[in-house]
């Protein structure tokens, strides 16, 4: 796995930026995802805390990629994003609808315009509905591809390429 790959995904974990991982982007993203993301976002951290060698609370990026297995890191980040896909589903009809769109995005605090550009890209057959299948292959190429990482946050559901 490539060095780039790691960074990307300390990237996306670093949820406010600072240059480190360490407990509060974690129970942030819980906080705000709600549901099952508090538990997910718990284990990932404790996962997580065993790479910070210098055991200062922060996992900086060269911890980070001298002790990260990817694979690992990845499955449970992906199992953290799609906490949200739970969350947002509120009549558990295992679609997201435009209405249970706006209310998570609102609850996340995005804009109007972005969550409706976010709907439109993750919906990818046009149907107007959100499956689990779209939403888990938004947030494979959040992780995997090359958007800028720089507008998005990691709580906030894969957006605009
Ligand atoms: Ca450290
Ligand atoms: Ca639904
Ligand atoms: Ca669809």
Redesign the pocket.
Known sequence: MSQDSLIRLFTLLDGNRSGGIDRADLESFGAKAGGRATDKAAALWKALSALDADSDGVVTKDEFIAGADYDTVFESTVALHMTLFDS??????????RA?WGSINATLGISDTDAEANFNAVDSDRDG?VTRNEFLERVTTLIQGNSDLAAVDVTRPPART
């Open positions: 947002a589903d509120t009549d558990n009809d295992n679609k997201i609808s249970e509905l």
